[in-house]
């Protein structure tokens, strides 16, 4: 055989091997494929949350049907963990936050959304679940401007907290500059037409598996801990009026919930982190005229031991406890019967202090 024909020969039978292996890393992937796959664990074991990457949202859950501890969790083409929704028929409310609103750990039935559905079921009334595992105010913001308002709610379930008080490695608002900044570059596109390729997002999903805490989809460099919140507490107070900003433009409600965490069953940290956070969600939704939940006073005195599953994720009773507390809370404005409106706040909020920031490193806590 002739030199030439044998690199010929040679070529074929490679695109031959790496088609069969495209072909094999293809069928090997589990619904929604391996790109952009995360794993978390919780106490029931662990639970596959699909992601993928977004621009302006960081990060956004993959469509699809998947099963885990808790059961089956359904994601659908908007991102949402939801049913698709036809036409608007009857009042709607969108919730926003991160796992803890997300359901991470309980099945598509058992999370609050479902529960307050059933529950206003004779009223027609519909309850959207736009919690993403990981999500700050910022990228809840983007969420509801970017998919959420075309699904025209009623009302907003404003519920993030934990993401945004986290102490983390980045702070959102500067990581979406910079990822944005990014996709436009040269190898933002080169990774664009390799993430075709199943053999490349097998071996991109096998390296991070490797490296715990590794988020592919949003590290673009190599970032050390910075001890920082994720997002600052006035960005935090700006987002939370923002909420009310956007729903009252639109003749909307917002009602915020603020979630709890094991800590508040026992009272077991003298200084938390949070309750900055906490104290200018108060703050915002008086300034808004806008109902707050308070769900650490309600599990607080519910005090059974299983409403959690780990430090911060709700267990099945703590989701029913969720939705029964809010809907107390929303029959107590007389909804779905009387609209719930919400004011633009017409002040900016004065100076707004954390005593916490930039100390992340030295507390070990969890945020989020």
């Known amino acids: 055989m002739k030199p030439t024909q044998k690199a010929v020969f040679s070529g074929a039978v490679l695109v031959a091997v790496l088609l069969l292996v495209e072909l094999g890393c293809r069928l090997a992937a589990p619904s929604g494929g391996l790109i952009q796959g995360e794993r978390e664990q919780t106490e029931g074991g662990a639970q596959a949350i699909m992601m993928r990457g977004s621009p302006f949202l960081l990060w956004e859950l993959a469509p699809g049907t998947r099963q885990g501890p808790g059961g089956q969790v359904s994601i ?12 608007k028929s009857g009042p709607r409310m969108l919730a926003l936050g991160d796992s803890s609103v997300y359901g991470f750990g309980v099945s598509d039935e058992a999370v609050f959304t479902a ?3 059933s529950t206003f079921a004779q009223a027609g009334a519909e ?4 919690g993403v595992p990981g999500y700050s105010s910022t990228q ?6 970017g998919r959420g308002l075309a699904l025209q709610p009623d009302v907003v379930l404003a519920m993030t907290l934990w993401s945004d008080n ?15 900044a990014w996709r436009r570059t040269g190898t933002a596109s080169v990774e664009a037409v390799l993430e075709r390729s199943a053999i490349y997002r097998t071996l991109e999903y096998f390296i991070r598996q490797s490296e ?11 970032q050390a801990p910075s001890g920082n919140r994720r997002v600052p507490i006035a960005d935090y107070a700006s987002n939370l009026m923002e909420y009310c ?3 009252a433009n639109r003749g909307g409600g917002v009602v915020f919930v603020m979630l709890p965490n094991r800590l508040d069953l026992t009272g077991g940290h003298p200084n938390p982190p949070w309750v900055p956070y906490r104290t200018v969600m108060r703050s915002v939704a008086k300034a808004c005229n806008a109902p707050l939940v308070d769900l650490p006073k309600a599990f607080a005195q519910d005090g059974r031991p299983h409403l959690f599953l780990d430090e911060m994720h709700p267990s099945v009773l703590g989701h029913q406890l969720m939705a029964d507390t809010i809907a107390t809370t929303l029959r107590a404005a007389g909804w779905p019967d ?5 004011s633009a706040p017409t002040t900016a909020m004065g100076a707004v202090t954390d005593p916490f920031e930039g100390k992340g490193n030295q507390l070990g806590l969890f945020g989020g």
Do not use: C, H, S
């Not at 309850?127 to 736009?130: H, S």
């Not at 986290?166 to 944005?180: E, G, K, L, P, S």
């Open 166 to 180: 986290n102490f983390d490695t980045f702070v959102d608002a500067d990581q979406i500059a910079t990822y944005a």
């Open 140 to 145: 809840a913001l983007n969420l509801l401007w």
């Open 338 to 342: 009387k609209p719930i409106r919400v």
């Open 212 to 222: 715990p805490g590794r988020v592919g989809w949003m590290e673009l460099k190599r």
């Open 115 to 117: 529960r307050l559905e």
């Open 245 to 247: 900003t956007t729903m």
């Open 76 to 87: 659908n083409a908007d991102g949402f963990r939801d049913r698709d929704r036809g036409a």
């Open 127 to 130: 309850f959207i679940n736009g």
